[in-house]
């Protein structure tokens, strides 16, 4: 059930596509929801009232496959995997308003309301299918077939052996639709971004688009398929659901998770508040998915379309994909007892570009961390604290009303906003650590500790340049840490205590002041204060300490 909302501040529904749970996460697996995290923290902190759902895929041939091999029930299977992508979401600060499961009990009612819905619209039909079935994938349309000398394979999952199939199955009719998708691009030309993300799909569409399967017929972990080809309720008596019906085809049900997390169909109060949602971030491998099958369906069963569908690309290594089949991928618990929890999401999110693919290695990773984390940012909070307790007896300085680095943050800061804004989340980073770096140039620039010795020689002058410039250092730690809260949630707290702030947000960022008023240059100029102990936020790793 969706928490209860707040209807006098703007609303923010964000989600991520759902975790295919057929095996322990890699870091490309959950870069996206990281990334969302993120995003949510900062509406949180702006005083958005956020809603943000992730959660898990757990219907498929496959996943009933690889439990039957392992000996095991599919759903004690399914429920190992999904505590593996709780522990790791919850070992990055993953904060979900909702974590779904497509095994919930509403998800299931949710998905047989859709297919009531697509039905009473004329949209199923009952016919024979005939082809490649990818147990990662689904069924597989021409276009997204590739042949070579080995044989057909998917060209998202080039590995997985091809099923054929030959099934009755209902189908959607997504043909139907191709006008008036067509159109609704056409009318709607920044609904999907990155922009060429949004062409690619929309040349997609113009070369015809083909019905798909919404039902499996001999495959029995799935949602029950609520219709029997006349059209009457496949429930029995006894309240159970006839076998011979079939299921409903995994893409259709997890599609369906969207709606579910905003209260569809029991909660159509919740469902008012929350739907359409602002944003779906989804990998560009299943981009045909959202932007096509998913809006046809919500327009055959009379809803609202996505906002906005954001797309980013794939984490590469050496040129390849990351993958848990190739070996070649990034155990997220790994990445945080070597980087700590802040240090992986930043890593992340900061080397790997959030609209296209990045190459990436745990090398580049460690060089990020040591350079932006352990030495600008890091070093800046400590030296800032260690200045201002011993040459000012601990006691806060005011910054400068009009000084030089108040005016570089206040480019920054509206850079930082712009970006995120855009979701070019490694871009508003970028904006920060540039300002760091304009804070670290101003320490030696100033030389606050020749500043410090001509204040003890009686010289008044630089007694007073020493207050401004430390104040300034103050303010500029105190400023990037609130800023970058949602990508280093954990360290943000911390700083604001050695600088002697309280944090005013709560763990996910919520119940707090509006961002936009704590991010004021000299906001709280004329609070007196005292800086605390200086303590390491990020130690400076070793190559083979960290890979160890």
């Known amino acids: 059930m969706p928490d209860q909302p707040r209807p006098d501040r703007p609303r923010y529904y964000l989600t991520t596509s759902i975790a295919y ?57 399914v429920d190992e995997m999904v505590a593996l992508f709780r522990a790791a979401e919850d070992a990055l600060q993953i904060s979900p308003d909702r974590f779904i499961r497509t095994t919930d009990p509403d998800h299931e009612r949710a998905v047989h309301e859709m297919i009531r819905r697509a039905y009473a619209s004329g949209d199923l039909y009952v016919g024979n299918y005939e082809g490649w079935y990818c147990p990662n994938e689904g069924f597989v349309p021409a276009s997204q077939l590739i042949e070579d000398a080995t044989g057909t394979h998917c060209s998202n999952h080039p590995s ?3 099923l054929w199939l030959v099934e009755r199955n209902w189908f959607f009719r997504l ?14 030309p920044d609904w999907v971004q990155p922009e060429f993300r949004r062409n690619e799909m929309l040349g997609f569409i113009r070369g ?19 219709i ?22 995994v893409w259709f049900d997890a599609l369906t998770n969207y709606i579910t997390g905003a209260g569809f169909p029991n909660d159509p109060e919740a469902f ?3 739907w359409p949602c602002d944003v779906h971030i989804i990998g560009k491998d299943i981009n045909r998915l959202h932007t096509i099958m998913w809006p046809a369906m919500l327009m055959s069963a009379g809803l609202p379309l996505p906002r906005l569908v954001w797309v980013h690309g794939w984490l590469l290594a050496q040129g390849e994909r990351m993958s848990k089949s190739r070996g ?23 080397e790997v570009a959030f609209d296209r693919d990045a190459d990436v290695s745990w090398d580049s990773f460690l060089r990020r961390y040591n350079a932006d ?8 909070v400590n030296r800032t604290v260690t200045m201002v307790g011993r040459y000012l007896d601990g006691s806060r300085p005011a910054p400068s009303p009009d000084g030089s680095l108040g005016a570089v943050w206040a480019t920054a800061a509206d850079a930082y906003d712009e970006h995120l804004r855009a979701f070019l989340l490694h871009e508003a980073l970028a904006s920060l650590w540039d300002f760091v770096g304009a804070a670290n140039r101003l320490v030696e620039q100033e030389k606050p500790w020749e500043l410090a010795r001509a204040a003890r020689d009686g010289d008044a002058t630089a007694a007073q340049r020493l207050s401004g410039v430390l104040g300034d250092l103050v303010e500029a730690c105190r400023l990037v840490a609130l800023a970058a809260a949602p990508f280093i949630p954990s360290t943000a707290p911390r700083v604001l205590a050695q600088l002697g702030y309280a944090f005013p947000y709560g763990p996910d960022g919520s119940d707090g002041p509006p961002l936009a008023d704590e991010l004021a240059w000299a906001a709280h100029a004329s609070e007196s204060g005292k800086v605390a102990t200086p303590e390491p936020l990020f130690p400076r790793l070793e190559v083979e300490s960290a890979a160890s």
């Open 175 to 188: 043909s139907a639709y191709q006008e008036r998708l067509e159109r609704y691009y056409a009318d709607n």
């Open 21 to 77: 749970a057929n095996n322990k996460p890699g870091l490309h697996t959950l870069f996206e929801v990281i990334g969302a995290d993120a995003i949510a923290r900062w509406h949180r902190m702006r005083g958005d009232d956020t809603r943000f759902l992730t959660g898990t895929d757990e219907y498929s041939v496959n996943i009933a496959l690889t439990a039957a091999e392992q000996g095991k029930s599919t759903r004690a299977f």
């Open 208 to 226: 015809g688009l083909e019905d798909f399967s919404v039902s499996r017929e001999k495959a029995p972990w799935g949602i029950p398929f609520p």
């Open 373 to 380: 984390l352990a030495n600008d940012f890091g070093n800046l």
């Open 272 to 274: 008012a508040r929350w």
């Open 160 to 162: 997985v052996e091809l």
């Open 228 to 249: 029997r080809e006349d059209g009457s309720s496949s429930q029995l008596a006894d309240g159970t659901w006839d076998p011979a019906a079939g299921t409903v085809y």
């Open 328 to 350: 070649n991928f990034y155990d997220p618990l790994d990445m945080v007892r070597a980087l700590s929890s802040d240090g992986a999401r930043y890593v992340a999110l900061r």
